[in-house]
């Protein structure tokens, strides 16, 4: 299976594949090529400093997305210990579009829910590219009261285009499902941090959201609407996400600005896939040093904590009224 | 095929969150010539006074005509008792949206065309005596779509619950978050639904009236959560608007897919109501809750 590349990631990959090409033959056959290595190295370097460095919102929404990208249970299985995954919401099925379960983090026990996707289209089927059903947000439900018996905080994992749209869905109750997860995560006594580490979709997003602390990966996204859905309906035509994306201020940066997140956590120039362990250590120390903050309050604060950092999101001014 | 390196399949790009339902249609034709109107449903003429007099319901056939979320408000309350609050709240525009016009522009053409500030109108009022706090979506503003402004009000409304101790019933008519306010009106989900959650520990009752439409980050928070959930006749209730889920799927959904009895079938609503009833009904059951 050849590895999925971006347009804008094309020249580099295919210097990059020149090099190791150059290595390899360097190894074999004992020629010298080291100067032309170490030019092509120097110019390789250049060049994803000049590609890299200043994406546009919508290139970074495209790393966001991007299939090599880190997922949760990538994010658990390098962070995490003693991992033991729980199924279904007790009512209906397993949605795969969620997984969740308790697991070992720097010396204390946790839950942890998040969005997954698929890397494969058999895997993408089965996780429904990441598009939960009512019954993931039940299972996340279930696992969040869990964790508050038995007083373990709880970290997410957003990654998800949105909740899905369809038949079953709505039949089941998709938004009763997500507006309750939301009622029950304002009120919960122990930590919440999520951390959105690709595409933070909408209420899909928020129905695991609802955090002491929101955190995001420096090319993942938080928006109302995906770039397509709204270039869609402002400019019908699905096409022109670019323009959408420039106008929803949706980046990490800009929802740090509206306060929407707490923190940006960095990635290695190109995107999270390019050496996911730059995320992991990064999102391992954040993830730390806010749990340590947040199990300072103590549990009979945490609530109003969360409850004061929503109430101040919006901006909103007075006016008289109009006559 | 989708290639399988692909970050997903085309149509998921279509899939949440959009403004305004397709099936906003139903009711939006009402031809009116002066003293008589047209009836949607039957198509026979009716006094135009007489409709309103029945709060826009077809006294023939009982079709749930479009009635404003002023008109709404003060058909269910006690007479004169409405004493609206926050009327100054309004938004403004933090993402300097703009798309074929900028949004400062688009809010201040439905400021001036609605003669309010938001799509939210709230204040305190007496039902059959009794206090309430009571909101209404005005669905001429925008769509009824929640940005700051209304979940700022929304938020006021269940916290002045709280405080006053008095039962909190919310009117929704709207098309989802307001896609101009970017994803602070994505947080006016959270913000309004955890005021709820306060009411609801302090066993103050809140009722939800679902109209016609319901959909998106609306339906997806406060308005699913009632403790006791109304809807109208043949109102859209959904998370995703229609038009999405068949792009989604490709298929064409069946008769009746999202409407009120539909989600009445399905276990979703307590109740459907016919307008009129409304206000008994409203009354009835916060003294059977609370009596
Ligand atoms: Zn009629």
Redesign the pocket.
């Given at each position: 299976m050849a590895a999925f590349v971006l347009d804008f990631e094309r020249p580099i990959v295919d210097l990059e594949e020149t090099i190791s090409g150059l290595r390899e033959l360097s190894a074999k056959g004992g020629i010298d090529v080291s100067a032309q290595i170490a030019e092509l190295e120097a110019k390789a370097t250049d060049l994803r400093k000049e590609v890299f460095a200043d994406l546009t919102p919508y290139q970074m929404t495209q790393i966001a997305r991007h299939p090599r990208r880190p997922y949760t249970l990538d994010y658990v299985e390098a962070l995490m210990e003693g991992w033991q995954e729980l199924h279904g919401d007790r009512n209906y099925k397993d949605d795969p579009a969620i997984v969740g379960g308790l697991a070992r983090f720097q010396g204390r026990n946790v839950v942890v829910i998040g969005h997954q996707k698929g890397r494969s289209t058999k895997e993408n089927v089965h996780r429904n590219f990441g598009m939960p059903r009512p019954e993931g947000y039940r299972k996340a439900l279930r696992l969040m009261s869990l964790a508050e018996r038995f007083g373990r905080p709880i970290v997410c994992f957003i990654d998800t285009p949105g909740a899905y749209p369809g038949i079953g869905a709505e039949e089941r109750g998709q938004a009763e499902a997500i507006a309750k997860n939301i009622l029950v995560m304002s009120k919960l006594r122990v930590p919440i941090i999520a951390v959105v580490i690709g595409e933070g979709g909408s209420g899909g997003a928020l129905a695991i959201g609802v955090a002491n602390r929101v955190l995001m990966l420096q090319n993942s996204m938080y928006s109302v609407i995906s770039p397509e859905a709204c270039a869609s309906i402002l400019f019908r035509d699905s096409t022109q996400g670019a323009r959408a994306a420039d106008a929803l201020k949706y980046t990490a940066q800009d929802c740090l600005g509206l306060k929407v997140a707490d923190e940006v956590i960095g990635e290695p120039l190109g995107g999270a896939h390019r050496d996911p362990e730059v995320v992991f250590t990064g999102i391992g120390e954040a993830l730390n040093r806010h749990l340590c903050e947040l199990e300072a309050i103590g549990f009979d604060a945490i609530a109003g904590d969360r409850y004061d950092r929503f109430r101040k999101l919006g901006v909103t001014h007075t006016a008289p009224p109009p006559q | 095929m989708t290639d399988p390196n692909s970050p997903g399949p085309a149509w998921f790009h279509r899939a949440h969150g959009g403004q305004v339902p397709a099936s906003t249609e139903r009711n939006e034709s009402l031809a009116t010539s002066g003293m008589w109107t047209k009836?949607?449903?039957?198509?026979?003429f009716?006094r135009s006074e007489e409709l309103e007099a029945e709060a826009m319901v077809?006294?023939?056939?009982?079709?749930h005509h479009k009635i404003s979320g002023e008109d709404r408000l003060l058909f269910l309350v006690d007479d004169g008792t409405f004493e609206e609050l926050d009327q100054e709240v309004t938004s403004l525009d933090p993402l300097s949206f703009f798309d074929s016009k900028a949004y400062s522009a688009r809010l201040a053409g439905s400021i001036s065309k609605t003669g309010r500030n938001s799509a939210f109108i709230e204040g305190r009022a007496k039902l059959s005596g009794r206090p309430v706090q009571i909101g209404t979506f005005d669905f001429a503003f925008m769509g009824g779509s929640m940005g700051s402004a209304v979940g700022e009000k929304v938020t006021r409304m269940f916290e002045r619950g709280l405080d006053e101790r008095t039962p909190v019933i919310c009117i929704n008519s709207s098309g989802g978050a307001r896609m101009q306010e970017g994803v602070l009106s994505l947080m006016q989900m959270a913000r309004s639904t955890a005021a709820l959650a306060r009411l609801r520990d302090e066993g103050l009752p809140y009722i939800s009236l679902l109209t016609h439409p319901t959909t998106g980050g609306v339906a997806a928070s406060f308005a699913m959560l009632g403790d006791v959930i109304l809807a109208e006749p043949k109102a859209l209730i959904g998370f995703a608007g229609p038009r999405v889920i068949e792009q989604t799927i490709r298929q064409v959904l069946p008769e009746g897919f999202q409407r009120s009895e539909f989600l009445l079938e399905h276990g979703m609503i307590d109740q459907i109501v016919d307008r009129r009833d409304l206000p008994a009904r409203l009354a009835e059951i916060l003294s059977l809750l609370l009596d």
């Open positions: - | 009836c949607a449903g039957c198509a026979q009716l077809c006294s023939n056939c009982s079709e």
